[in-house]
Structure formats: C-alpha cells, structure tokens
C-alpha cells in the first residue's frame, strides 16, 4: 500500500506541473489570439464602413436629374420634363463584384469576432 500512495503522490505532482505549464502556454496563446482578433474586427470595420457608400447609389445623380426636370418645367417645355419626377436610381444596382467583396468583408469579421468570442469562453473556462 506505501508503494501505491507514493506512485499517486508522484503522479500528482507530475500532472500539476504539466498542467500549470498547459493553461500557461494556451492562456497566452488566447491573449495573442484576442489581441488580434481585436485589431482584425477593428480594421475590417474600417474597410466595411468605407465600403459602404458604393452599396447605395450617388444622391448627385438623382439630384441632377430632378433639377433638370425643373429646368425644362421652368422654360415651358412640359413634354421634355415628362408627367412622372425623375428617378435614376430606380434602374441603379450594384455591381457584383463590390457585393460579393462586402459578403468576404463581413464573413472575415464574422469569423474574427467567433474567433474572440472562442478564445473568451478558453479563457473563462
């Protein structure tokens, strides 16, 4: 029975240490990953929110075209400005290629902020 509690005693301290140095080096590593999920959300947002204003079209081009359409009203020439006011922007879509680059931008910051919210729940535990 001494040889058995010695062996358990042994094990116990062997398996501590290899724990203490498993949470230390995977607590650092979820520092790391939150520090730069963090600044991957930060900067993503950035280009997300500068990327914005081409899903929406110019309110130049519906401005210009109303005032146009004053224009003619103005000198007389009803046929030239039509019955119905102007709207550009009713024919207008985006083109493919900025969806399909915002559908990438918001996936990459989904996927960074999954990844923080992993590594918060590592830490927690």
């Not at 990953?33 to 899903?55: C, D, H, K, Q």
């Not at 103005?74 to 207008?92: E, I, V, Y």
């Amino acid at each position: 029975k001494d040889n058995r509690s010695r062996f358990w005693g042994l094990y116990k301290r062997v398996a501590e240490e290899h724990d203490e140095e498993f949470l230390e080096r995977y607590n650092g590593d979820m520092d790391i990953v939150l520090i730069f999920s963090g600044l991957f959300s930060a900067v993503s947002t950035a280009f997300i929110v500068a990327m914005e204003s081409n899903l929406s079209p110019d309110p130049n081009d519906t401005t210009h075209a109303l005032l146009t359409q004053l224009v003619q009203i103005g000198l007389g020439n009803f046929t030239a400005a039509g019955s119905t006011p102007a709207a550009p922007a009713s024919g207008w879509s985006p083109p493919t290629a900025i969806i399909r680059i915002q559908c990438i931008a918001y996936a990459s910051l989904s996927f960074s902020l999954l990844a923080a919210f992993g590594a918060v729940l590592g830490k927690q535990w």
